[in-house]
C-alpha cells in the first residue's frame, strides 16, 4: 500500500516507516507539522493517511483537523488517526463524516504489530478500526445498553471496534455460530434493522452508539 | 431558553426570595424590639451610669447580628467576617470602647433598618402569594364584601369594576413577585452585608488576611498535587518501567538458551510498558487535561458534556469587550475538574434528567453554573464531591455556592477570579 505518515516525534515516525516498509508497504510522503498534511495527502493520494492528532504549530488537534478536512475533498481516503489518549468528542467528529476507511488508535496500539498492521488494512479496505477505550467511552454513554448480557456487550463491543465475526469468535474464544447468535439478539434488543453485511453491521452499531 | 424555563425560572427565583424575606423575620422581630429600647439604653447612657453594663447590653444584639450574618452567608456565598475587636480592660473602658467603634453604630443603624424594613419586605413577600389568589377569585363574591373593599386602590362598586380591577391587582401582585421581591432580598442581603461587615480599612486587613490564608492553602494544596503526582510516576510508572528493563535484560540472556522463555519475557515487557503507558495517560489526565490544551475549556466542556449519558445544555460565553480572552491554566483546569465533578455527582446521585451547564466571563471572574433537575438535597458537608469542588476553588480564591432543596433539582454556582 502507498501510505502517508504525519508524525512530529523523529523517533516514533521512524519507527513507523520501519514497521510498514518491512511489512511491504511504501511511505510516499512524511509531514511532520499540520499545514503540510492536506497538501501531501490532495498530491499523493495514497492508500492510506496514518496521522497523528497533535503537531506542530500549534500542538493542539492540528491532525484530527487535517484528517476531517482531507475527507471533505477526498470522501473515499481512508485515514487512521493516533493519539497518546482518545477523547470520545474526536471519535465522534471522525465518524460524523461516515464510518467508512476510518481507523481511530492509542499510539499504544502500535506495539501489538501484528493487530496495528491488521486495523490499517482494514482501514483501508474501508472498513473501521476503534480504541477499545473509545468503544468503551462511547458504551458507558448508552445507558440502554443495560439490557445486554456481558457477553453480548463483549461481542457489542468488538463489533464497534471493527472487528468481523470470524475475529470475535477468536478473541473470545467461541464459535463463529454462537457469535452470529449473540449478534442476532443484540440487534434485536437495541432495535436495529438486521443486516448480515459486516461493514454495514458496524456503521449501524456505531450510528447507535453515536446517536 | 424556551418561555417555559424561563417562567420556571422566575418562579424560583420569586421563591427563593420569598423564603429569605421569610427568614428575615426572624431577626427583624428581635431588631424591632431592640429599636424600641434603644432610646432607654441612649437615655441611660447619657447619664454615664449605664456605660459599664453596655457591653452586656450589646450581647444580645451581637447574637442577633451573628445570627443575620449567616442567614445572609448562605445567598451571598461568602462568610461575612465579624468586624469585632477583642474586648480591652475594665468594663467601663469597654463600654467606652463600644461607643467609639464605627462597628456598634453600624449594628444600630443595621438594626433600626432591618426591624422596621426586615418585617415590611418580609410581610409583604409572604404575603403577596395568598393575595393573587385572593384576587383572582374576587369577581365571584365581590359583592359578599364589606363595603368600601377596593382592588388596584378602587372601590369596588359596580359588576364592570369588579370584573376588571381584580385582574389588574393580580397582575399588579405577580409583577411585584417578579420584580420587586427578588430585588427586595438582594437589598436586604446587601445592606447586611455592608453595614454588618468590616469597614473599608479593616475589610482590606482582612482581605490581605483571608488572601494570605487562601494562598496557603493554595501553595499548601500544589504541593499535595506535586507529591501526589511524584507518587504516581515513581511508584507506578517509573517501578513498571524498572520491570520491563529487567524482563527485557532476562529476554536477553535467555535468547540463545531458551528462544522460547525469551519471547514470553518480550512479551510480558510489552505488557508491562502498556500498562505504563496507561499510568502515564491517568497521571497526565490529573495534571492537565490533555483535552484543555487542544480545545480551550469551552471545547473541553463540550466534550465533557458530550459524554453523559442525560442531555446536557451548554451556554459558554468567555467574551470580553468582543474579544475571547484564554482564561489562565490553573483556572481552566479548576473549572474543567470542577464541572467534571458536578457531572460526575449528578450522574451518580441526582437522578436527573437533563443538566445545565453555563460558563460565564464577568469581567475578572469567571462564573460557573451547574444546574440540574434531579432529586436535590446536595450536602456539601456529605458529599466528597461537592468537599472537593470547594477546596479547589477556595485554593484559587473562589466562592462555592450550593443550592439543592430536596425534590427541586441541585445549583452549583461557583465563581473563580481570573486575573484581569
Known amino acids: 500500500m502507498r501510505i502517508v505518515i504525519a508524525e512530529d516525534n523523529a523517533l516514533l515516525r521512524e519507527g513507523l516507516v520501519l514497521l510498514l516498509t518491512s511489512d511491504g508497504h511504501e511511505v510516499v510522503a512524511v ?11 490532495l498530491a499523493h493520494r495514497p492508500d492510506v493517511a496514518v496521522l497523528d492528532v497533535r503537531l506542530p504549530p500549534g500542538f493542539r488537534d492540528e491532525g484530527l483537523r487535517a484528517a476531517i478536512e482531507a475527507r471533505k475533498a477526498l470522501p473515499d481516503l481512508p485515514v487512521l488517526v493516533l493519539s497518546q489518549y482518545v477523547e470520545e468528542t474526536y471519535a465522534t467528529e471522525l465518524l460524523a463524516g461516515g464510518a467508512q476507511g476510518i481507523g481511530y488508535l492509542l499510539k499504544d496500539r502500535v506495539g501489538r504489530v501484528e493487530e496495528f498492521l491488521d486495523a490499517l488494512q482494514r482501514v483501508a479496505a474501508g472498513g473501521t478500526a476503534l480504541d477499545p477505550e473509545v468503544v468503551s467511552q462511547l458504551m458507558t454513554r448508552r445507558s440502554p445498553l443495560q ?14 471496534q471493527g472487528h468481523d465475526n470470524a475475529t470475535i469468535a477468536k478473541t473470545l474464544v467461541i464459535t463463529e455460530r454462537s457469535v452470529s447468535k449473540h449478534i442476532g439478539s443484540i440487534f434485536l434488543k437495541l432495535d436495529l434493522p438486521p443486516s448480515d453485511s ?4 458496524v456503521l449501524a452499531v456505531l450510528a447507535y452508539l453515536n446517536a | ?18 423564603t429569605f424575606l421569610a427568614g428575615g423575620l426572624r431577626t427583624a422581630l428581635p431588631a424591632l424590639l431592640g429599636t424600641c429600647l434603644l432610646p432607654l439604653v441612649a437615655f441611660l447612657s447619657i447619664l454615664v451610669i449605664a456605660i459599664p453594663w453596655l457591653p452586656e447590653v450589646a450581647r444580645p444584639l451581637r447574637a442577633l447580628t451573628s ?22 480592660g475594665t468594663s467601663f473602658e469597654q463600654g467606652f470602647a463600644l461607643l467609639r467603634t464605627p462597628s456598634t453604630w453600624r449594628d444600630l443603624a443595621w438594626m433600626v433598618l432591618h426591624g422596621y424594613g426586615g418585617l415590611l419586605a418580609g410581610v409583604m413577600a409572604v404575603a ?11 369577581p365571584l363574591w365581590w359583592w359578599a364584601a364589606p363595603e ?8 369596588l362598586d359596580s359588576w364592570h369594576k369588579a370584573l376588571t380591577m381584580p385582574f389588574l391587582q393580580a397582575g399588579i401582585n405577580i409583577l411585584a413577585l417578579w420584580w420587586l421581591v427578588p430585588r427586595l432580598a438582594r437589598w436586604q442581603a446587601w445592606i447586611a452585608a455592608k453595614l454588618l461587615g468590616p469597614t473599608r480599612g479593616v475589610s482590606l486587613a482582612e482581605r490581605v488576611e483571608q488572601l494570605t490564608e487562601t494562598r496557603a492553602e493554595a501553595l499548601e494544596a500544589h504541593g499535595a498535587e506535586l507529591r501526589r503526582i511524584e507518587r504516581d510516576l515513581h511508584d507506578g510508572t517509573q517501578a513498571q518501567l524498572v520491570s520491563v528493563a529487567l524482563r527485557l535484560g532476562l529476554a536477553d540472556r535467555r535468547f540463545d538458551a531458551d528462544p522460547g522463555a525469551a519471547r514470553a519475557l518480550f512479551l510480558e515487557a510489552r505488557e508491562g510498558i502498556e500498562d505504563a503507558l496507561t499510568q502515564l495517560r491517568t497521571v497526565i489526565r490529573g495534571i492537565y487535561p490533555p483535552i484543555l490544551s487542544d480545545r480551550g475549556l469551552p471545547g473541553a466542556v463540550r466534550a465533557l458534556a458530550a459524554g453523559q449519558h442525560i442531555p446536557i445544555t451548554v451556554e459558554i460565553e468567555l467574551e470580553v469587550g468582543g474579544t475571547e480572552r484564554r482564561v489562565p491554566a490553573a483556572v481552566e483546569a479548576a473549572a474543567y475538574f470542577v464541572v467534571a465533578e458536578a457531572l460526575t455527582n449528578i450522574a451518580k446521585h441526582s437522578g436527573a434528567a437533563a443538566a445545565q451547564v453555563t460558563l460565564r466571563r464577568d469581567g475578572d471572574r469567571l462564573r460557573i453554573i451547574v444546574r440540574d433537575d434531579g432529586k436535590g438535597g446536595a450536602d456539601p458537608a456529605r458529599g466528597s464531591g461537592l468537599a472537593g469542588i470547594r477546596r479547589r476553588v477556595a485554593a484559587l480564591d473562589g466562592d462555592t455556592r450550593v443550592d439543592s432543596p430536596v425534590g427541586a433539582g441541585t445549583t452549583l454556582e461557583v465563581e473563580l477570579p481570573c486575573g484581569s
Open chain 1, 198 to 201: 459486516g461493514h454495514r453491521r
Open chain 1, 31 to 41: 509531514a511532520d507539522t499540520g499545514p503540510e498534511i492536506v497538501p501531501a495527502l
Open chain 2, 1 to 18: 431558553m424556551g418561555l417555559e424555563k424561563a417562567m420556571k425560572y422566575a418562579l424560583r427565583r420569586s421563591r427563593d426570595a420569598t
Open chain 2, 67 to 88: 445570627a443575620e450574618r449567616r442567614r445572609v452567608a448562605r445567598v451571598l456565598g461568602h462568610e461575612i467576617p465579624e468586624p469585632y475587636a477583642p474586648p480591652r
Open chain 2, 148 to 155: 368600601g373593599s377596593q382592588s388596584a386602590f378602587i372601590v
Open chain 2, 128 to 138: 403577596l402569594w395568598p393575595s393573587i389568589l385572593f384576587s383572582l377569585s374576587l
Open chain 1, 147 to 160: 439490557g445486554l448480557t456481558p457477553r453480548e456487550r463483549e461481542v457489542l463491543a468488538l463489533m464497534a
